[in-house]
């Protein structure tokens, strides 16, 4: 009968440590919620973060043109889940932009998936200041611009 006793007390300590080591993982986001750590150092969870930007390379053939490599572990079917990997991809287009001083807007070129798995997939973006475009005046030739008809005669 004390035997008994001291299994199930052995057994109930160890079941207690084992659920308390699985909760803290858990609680960590490591075991029920795993996550990636991006180009930027930053934890991605697989659950809530969908892409994960792995690297950022300059193309040197075009002018503000960089290829954005993404990692999607878990591919998105569902619509919610499509429309959190555009808001990503487009957080880390901002994110980009905004860290190396480049144009307000971009356009994506073409996506490649050129990869051995359909979890790895190339953006090609180029980033375009329009602020510099709006700004230059073109005056086609033989008109007078519109700052010279806008001087009253005096």
């Keep these: 009968m004390n035997l008994k006793?001291?299994?199930f007390e052995l057994f109930r300590h160890v079941y207690f440590i084992l659920i308390t080591v699985y909760l803290s993982f858990g609680c960590a986001g490591t075991v029920l919620n795993?996550?990636?750590?991006?180009i930027y150092g930053n934890k991605k969870h697989i659950i809530k973060d969908v892409v994960v930007l792995l690297n950022v390379k300059k193309l040197s053939d075009e002018f503000n043109t960089f290829e954005f490599k993404f990692y999607e572990p878990v591919l998105a079917v569902d619509p919610v889940r499509k429309r959190a990997r555009e808001r990503t991809i487009i957080s880390y287009y901002d994110e980009?932009?905004?860290?190396?001083?480049?144009?307000?807007?971009?356009t994506k070129t073409r996506a490649i998936r050129n990869t051995q798995s359909e979890q790895e997939y190339y953006y090609i973006v180029t980033y375009t200041d329009t602020f510099k475009v709006d700004s230059e005046l073109i005056n086609e030739p033989g008109l007078i611009p519109i700052n010279k008809l806008l001087i009253p005669d005096l």
């Design 5 to 7: 006793k001291l299994k």
């Design 96 to 106: 980009y932009r905004d860290r190396n001083d480049l144009g307000f807007e971009y």
């Design 34 to 38: 795993p996550y990636f750590e991006d």
